[in-house]
Nanobody
């Protein structure tokens, strides 16, 4: 059983920055990747970024490459998403998730544990 708690969301203007945090607790030892997803109203939940829990390699959706950075602090069991140069289209609820799948999971079905989400709103 894993618990994930996101924080750091809020309202920012276009071009601004936010840093999201996700604190993990429980039995996370079997997970391979921690990722961030987002979901806007009426849209499917989409992959944003992932990070390997062992090697630390990262990967991103094309829509956020160069603007977002995922990182982790294993000592704190925490993953972060630094979001820069935010755009109105980044507005969504952002979710932290854990996967135990091989490779580079980037689909909702590949992730078994989810946080409650944190709202990010970017004004134009």
């Amino acid at each position: 059983q894993v618990q994930l708690v996101e924080s750091g969301g809020g309202l920012v203007q276009a071009g601004g920055s936010l840093r999201l945090s996700c604190a993990a607790s429980g039995r996370t030892f079997s997970s391979s990747v921690m990722g961030w997803f987002r979901q806007a109203p009426g849209k499917e939940r989409e992959f944003v970024a992932g990070i390997s829990r062992s090697g630390g390699s990262t990967y991103y959706a094309d829509s956020v490459k160069g603007r977002f950075t995922i990182s982790s602090d294993n000592a704190k069991n925490t993953v972060y998403l630094q979001m820069n140069r935010l755009k109105p289209e980044d507005t969504a609820v952002y979710y932290c998730a854990l996967s135990n799948r091989l490779g580079v999971p980037a689909h909702r079905a590949d992730f078994a544990s989810w946080g409650q989400g944190t709202q990010v709103t970017v004004s134009s």
